[in-house]
């Protein structure tokens, strides 16, 4: 890896979008994490300026376009310097949102 690129997981975790780096990790190894448009399996996986992210955060599905690399998970302030969020501010909703379940699936007691 030269210094013109990061691992995947590591700049997720110095851009504070997980708590952890295990937890970027574990989300980059499960196949959750799009660079420009292609599925990644590893958290190995270099990126670099210019590279587009997709990648599930609690309820959104967050779109950051790479603009620095950083050199630490630093304030809140850093990170947010470290990318430009493409993504929508709409959560994904989820079931129970949808509306109530219809009489017939209800669990009979």
């Avoid at 504070?16 to 190894?29: E, H, T």
């Avoid at 996986?45 to 990648?55: P, S």
């Avoid at 309820?59 to 790479?66: A, D, E, Q």
């Amino acid at each position: 890896m030269t210094s013109e690129s990061i691992r995947l997981d590591k700049w997720l975790w110095q851009a504070r979008f997980f708590r952890s780096r295990a937890l970027a990790a574990r989300v980059c190894n499960a196949g959750l994490v799009r660079v420009d448009g292609v599925t990644v399996a590893k958290a190995h996986h270099a990126i670099r300026r210019g590279h587009v992210l997709t990648f599930p955060q609690a309820r959104h599905i967050r779109v950051v376009r790479v603009v620095a690399l950083g050199t630490r998970r630093g304030t809140a302030m850093e990170a947010a310097g470290l990318y430009h969020d493409l993504s929508d501010a709409a959560p994904v909703p989820r079931i129970a949102a949808l509306g109530p379940l219809p009489r017939s699936w209800a669990l009979s007691k």
